[in-house]
């Protein structure tokens, strides 16, 4: 491991050591309610049962997490295949984009978590009805992201491709797909954010597993200590999978530098 890594994991410990001493100050000076404010210990006490003996209805954290990510992974795949699917013809032929602009328009302008209750009339309280949502509202980010990649590409670029004899799948596999990877990525990014929230939004109001129901039930009982546990929950599994996409996209775009690669310092 390079210096400069072994430097930025100890800034790392520093912050979060100074960051939970704080939060211990604070919840030591009595002036917070612990049940607005549990200590370090009681949420570490949570953890612990939440992991061994489950919570709620004797469901592990692990269960709960597993289960909120294979609905979000799942959605999030599902949706960002069907928008690269239909991106390409859409940005491709003119005739096609003029005519899908206003559909696209209108339903991107929807928000996802406006159609959990019309899911949950259709699918009822079922993985159905939240894969629906996430699929909806990856789709429309997708599909945003994608057809921007593809209306920048520098026309010159597949006239020279014509000239030489290529045909339309060589253009699109050999030009455009390169050219429209990075707001590609940059859309997976921003979907998986999206289905990640949506999925916990859809299980508050309507689960018997997965992070956002054991933060609503929490929230009900005043167990903020378990709250805090779906929260870092959370955090953790959108951290782990931002890197997993980070590396994925390290690999594809080898020639697009890294916001780190790009920094000059003085």
């Excluded at 604070?26 to 953890?47: D, E, K």
């Excluded at 707001?183 to 289905?195: H, I, K, N, W």
């Excluded at 020639?255 to 310092?265: F, K, L, S």
Aim: charged share 10%; glycine share 8%.
């Amino acid at each position: 491991m390079s210096r400069s890594r072994v430097s930025d994991w100890l800034i790392t410990a520093i912050f979060f050591t100074a960051l939970i001493a704080f939060w211990h100050l604070i919840a030591a000076s009595g002036r917070v309610a612990p049940y607005v404010l549990p200590s370090p210990m009681a949420v570490w006490n949570a953890m612990v049962i939440a992991n061994t003996e489950g919570y709620p209805f004797g469901v592990t954290l692990l269960r709960h997490s597993l289960s909120t990510l294979r609905l979000a992974v799942t959605g999030f795949v599902l949706g960002a295949g069907l928008a690269v699917v239909c991106a390409l013809p859409i940005g491709w032929y003119p005739a096609v984009r003029r005519a899908t602009e206003p559909v696209v328009a209108l339903f991107r302008g929807i928000p996802a978590l406006a159609w959990i209750p019309v899911a949950i009339l259709l699918f009822g309280i079922s993985d159905a009805s939240k894969l629906f949502v996430i699929v909806y509202g990856t789709f429309w980010i997708m599909l945003t992201h994608c057809l921007d990649g593809i209306t920048r590409i520098d026309p010159i670029f597949v006239r020279v491709a014509q000239t030489f004899g290529a045909s339309t799948r060589q253009i699109l596999t050999t030009i455009v797909l390169p050219a429209a990877l990075p707001p590609v990525f940059t859309g997976l990014r921003v979907g998986y954010a999206l289905a990640f929230g949506v999925v916990l939004s859809a299980e508050m109001i309507g689960a018997f597993t997965g992070l956002g129901f054991l933060i609503q039930d929490a929230r009900d009982l005043l167990r903020t200590d378990f709250v805090i546990v779906g929260m870092i929950a959370i955090g953790l599994l959108g951290y782990v999978t931002a890197r997993v996409l980070f590396s994925l996209e390290r690999l594809l775009i080898r020639w697009q530098p890294t916001a780190r690669e790009m920094i000059v310092y003085e």
